[in-house]
């Protein structure tokens, strides 16, 4: 069953900071041509994926164009299906447009099976099993699993490690899962309406074939990042405000 859970990006400067910080920056200062905001999911507990589960994201925001970077920071001795990164969800704080045009990049590598030792082999191309697209509420879903993915079964899910890693777990010698990403993944697609300064309320991080969770996380402070990742920061912490903590199953 697809569980779902809400979690603060790693950070260290306290929200009414934040919010002060924003008031006194003003809106007066000139925004870059584009954004980078990392996304930090931390080890975190996840029965219906079969263990931890943890993710790296970068999401990169410019006019009409939106790059996202995945990597699945997980501990790759320990991994099964269900803790691979099947999805990544972006809710803005302003409507977006129609989206269009995703690539997919990013080292593809199958995985033995159990008896043989999970041994990892890469294998040349680009991912091709990924899709993008935002459903009735605005938000835009970049997913091999769940809502947005492409049909049949999630494929080029990301996992961790390098190629020196074994993967000895059942179901990941699974063949209608392979070939996976061995991160990052990087995906890139036109947005339209979007904005090096449109804000970001929340992301999600989805695991597994299901998917089995999504993991709902808002910016942390950006250290230097000035007025643009600073408001959207604000606007996440803001909508975290409104949000009570829960688990939703």
Known sequence: MRQRFLATAT???????????????????????????????????CPA????????????????????VLTNTGD??????GQLVSGFD??????IGSVSGLTQAGQLITVSDKASG??????????????????ASGTLFIATAGFGSATANPQNMIISGTAS???????????????YIQGPGTFTLTVNGLTSTTPISSVSFEFGTGPEADI??????????????????????VALARRRRKLVV
Do not use: E, Y
């Open 118 to 135: 999970g041994v990892v082999t890469p294998i040349n191309g680009n991912p091709d099993h990924w899709g993008a697209a935002v459903n």
């Open 216 to 237: 709902i996380v808002v910016p942390g402070p950006i250290v230097g990042a000035g007025l643009p990742g600073l408001v959207a920061a604000c606007t996440g912490l």
């Open 11 to 45: 950070g260290t400067i306290a929200r009414a900071a934040l919010m002060s910080a924003a008031v006194t920056i003003g809106s007066s200062m000139l925004a870059p041509s584009a954004w980078a905001i990392p996304f930090d999911l931390p080890s975190t507990a």
């Open 49 to 68: 994926c079969g263990g931890s589960i943890s993710a790296h994201a970068v999401v990169t925001l410019d006019t009409n164009k939106l790059t996202v």
């Open 90 to 95: 972006i809710t803005f704080g302003t409507a």
């Open 165 to 179: 890693n074994t993967f000895p777990q059942d179901g990941l010698g699974n063949t209608n899962q392979q070939p």
């Open 76 to 81: 790759p001795t320990s991994l099964s299906l």
